[in-house]
C-alpha cells in the first residue's frame, strides 16, 4: 500500500511540474499562507482541497472535532507561530455535519482518553440543551450541535492572548466560523467572523469588559 501511495505522490508530482514548472521551486523558498485553518482530523475534510489552494497558501491545525482548547499546548504553538510568525490574516475555524467527535460526545458512552478531549463539546450541549431538544429531528440537532461548536471555537481563539497581542500590534487578522457539509461538498459561513476588540465585545457581550484586550 506505501508503494501505491509513493507512485500516486510522483503522478502528482509530474502534473504539478507540467502546470508549473517552478512551482515546487517557490514553494521551497518561503511559506507566506494568508490562513489558518483550524479543522477536523476527520479524512473527508481535506483543507485544502476543499477550497481549491495549493500547498502553501494554508497553515492547517487538525484535531478530533475542531476544538480550539486555552490549554492544548499543540494548539496554542500553532496559533501562536501562524499569528506571530507567519502573520496570517485568516483564521478558518472550520467544522463539518456529521462529525463522529461532536456525535461521540453526546452519546453517553465511555471512550477513554478521548471522552475528556471532548469535554467542551459536552459543555456546549449543556449551554444550549433546552435549544437542541427543541428539534425534533436528530440529524438536524446534530448539525446544530456541529454549528454550536464552531461558534464556541471562534470565540476560544478571539478571546486569545495570541490574537489580542496580534490586534494590539495593529496587524490585520479576523476569526470565522465555517461549516463543511460532507453530504453535498459545500462550505458556509456561519454569519460570525471577528476582526478586533469592538467585534469581540459585540459578539461576546458576557466577556468582562476588562478582560477584552488585557494581557493574560
Same mark, same amino acid.
Given at each position: 500500500?506505501?508503494?501505491?501511495?509513493?507512485?500516486?505522490?510522483? #503522478?502528482? #508530482?509530474?502534473?504539478?511540474?507540467?502546470?508549473?514548472?517552478?512551482?515546487?521551486?517557490? @514553494?521551497?523558498?518561503?511559506?507566506?499562507?494568508?490562513? @489558518?485553518?483550524? /479543522?477536523?482530523?476527520?479524512?473527508?475534510? $481535506?483543507?485544502?482541497?476543499?477550497?481549491?489552494? +495549493? $500547498?502553501?497558501?494554508?497553515?492547517?491545525?487538525?484535531?478530533? %472535532?475542531?476544538?480550539?482548547?486555552?490549554?492544548?499546548?499543540?494548539?496554542?504553538?500553532?496559533?501562536?507561530? #501562524?499569528?506571530?510568525?507567519?502573520?496570517?490574516?485568516? =483564521?478558518?475555524?472550520?467544522?463539518?455535519?456529521?462529525?463522529?467527535?461532536?456525535?461521540?460526545?453526546?452519546?453517553?458512552?465511555?471512550?477513554?482518553?478521548?471522552?475528556?478531549?471532548?469535554q467542551p463539546i459536552r459543555d456546549v450541549y449543556d449551554e444550549h !440543551?433546552?435549544?437542541?431538544? %427543541?428539534?425534533?429531528?436528530? =440529524?438536524?440537532?446534530?448539525?446544530?450541535?456541529?454549528? @454550536?461548536? !464552531?461558534? %464556541?471555537?471562534?470565540?476560544? =481563539?478571539?478571546?486569545? $492572548?495570541?490574537?489580542?497581542?496580534?490586534?494590539?500590534? /495593529?496587524?490585520?487578522?479576523?476569526?470565522?466560523?465555517?461549516?463543511?457539509? !460532507?453530504?453535498? /461538498?459545500?462550505?458556509?459561513?456561519?454569519? !460570525?467572523?471577528?476582526?478586533?476588540?469592538?467585534?469581540?465585545?459585540?459578539?461576546? $457581550? +458576557?466577556?468582562?469588559?476588562?478582560?477584552? /484586550?488585557?494581557?493574560?
Amino acid at each position: 500500500m506505501v508503494e501505491t501511495l509513493l507512485r500516486n505522490n510522483l #503522478a502528482w #508530482a509530474e502534473r504539478k511540474r507540467a502546470q508549473d514548472p517552478e512551482f515546487f521551486s517557490r @514553494l521551497a523558498a518561503q511559506q507566506t499562507p494568508r490562513y @489558518l485553518w483550524i /479543522g477536523c482530523a476527520d479524512s473527508r475534510v $481535506p483543507a485544502n482541497e476543499i477550497i481549491g489552494l +495549493d $500547498p502553501g497558501e494554508v497553515f492547517v491545525h487538525r484535531n478530533i %472535532a475542531n476544538l480550539c482548547p486555552p490549554a492544548d499546548s499543540n494548539f496554542l504553538s500553532v496559533l501562536q507561530f #501562524a499569528t506571530e510568525q507567519l502573520k496570517v490574516r485568516d =483564521v478558518l475555524v472550520t467544522g463539518h455535519y456529521g462529525c463522529g467527535g461532536v456525535r461521540a460526545a453526546v452519546a453517553g458512552e465511555r471512550l477513554g482518553l478521548i471522552d475528556h478531549w471532548l469535554q467542551p463539546i459536552r459543555d456546549v450541549y449543556d449551554e444550549h !440543551v433546552c435549544d437542541l431538544k %427543541a428539534i425534533a429531528d436528530e =440529524v438536524a440537532r446534530e448539525d446544530r450541535l456541529c454549528e @454550536l461548536n !464552531v461558534l %464556541a471555537q471562534v470565540r476560544a =481563539v478571539a478571546q486569545n $492572548p495570541f490574537v489580542h497581542e496580534a490586534w494590539r500590534r /495593529g496587524q490585520e487578522l479576523e476569526v470565522h466560523g465555517l461549516i463543511y457539509s !460532507v453530504r453535498d /461538498g459545500i462550505l458556509n459561513h456561519l454569519d !460570525v467572523s471577528v476582526s478586533g476588540f469592538d467585534d469581540l465585545k459585540k459578539l461576546f $457581550p +458576557d466577556r468582562p469588559s476588562a478582560l477584552i /484586550g488585557a494581557s493574560v
